[in-house]
């Protein structure tokens, strides 16, 4: 069955950076887009970024467009998210996700790793 696992988050100070890792396992990691999402506390879940299966392109939210990059290694079929110059509000759990590109993800999420931004 579909495995997602992310990894990678933690509490950092605003202005610093969290190399967030999601290994998926279950499906043909190469052959799908990937996405990332978080939910704050009291909020709906948010697609923050999304790839394209060739890797060739991809979207952000406006929120953390020029701070965040989305990337995958299809040989270690690993989903990663770098973010830099973190604010408070990017605290979160994050969460991978099969799909998102082109429309709604597939619903089967991992247990999600929690990013904290607090000085």
């Known amino acids: 069955q579909v495995q997602l696992v992310e990894s990678g988050g933690g509490l950092v100070q605003p202005g610093g950076s969290l190399r967030l890792s999601c290994v998926a396992s279950g499906f043909i990691f190469r052959f799908n887009s990937m996405s990332w999402y978080r939910q704050a506390p009291g909020k709906g879940r948010e697609l923050v970024s999304s790839?394209?299966?060739?890797?060739?392109?991809?979207k952000y939210a406006n929120s953390v467009k020029g701070r965040f990059t989305i990337s995958g290694d299809n040989a270690k079929n690993t989903l990663f998210l770098q973010m830099n110059s973190l604010k408070p509000e990017d605290t979160a759990v994050y969460y991978c996700?099969?799909?998102?590109?082109?429309?709604?993800?597939?619903?089967?999420w991992g247990q999600g790793t929690q990013v904290t931004v607090s000085s």
């Open positions: 790839i394209t299966e060739l890797g060739d392109n991809s």
């Open positions: 996700a099969r799909g998102g590109y082109y429309s709604q993800p597939y619903d089967s």
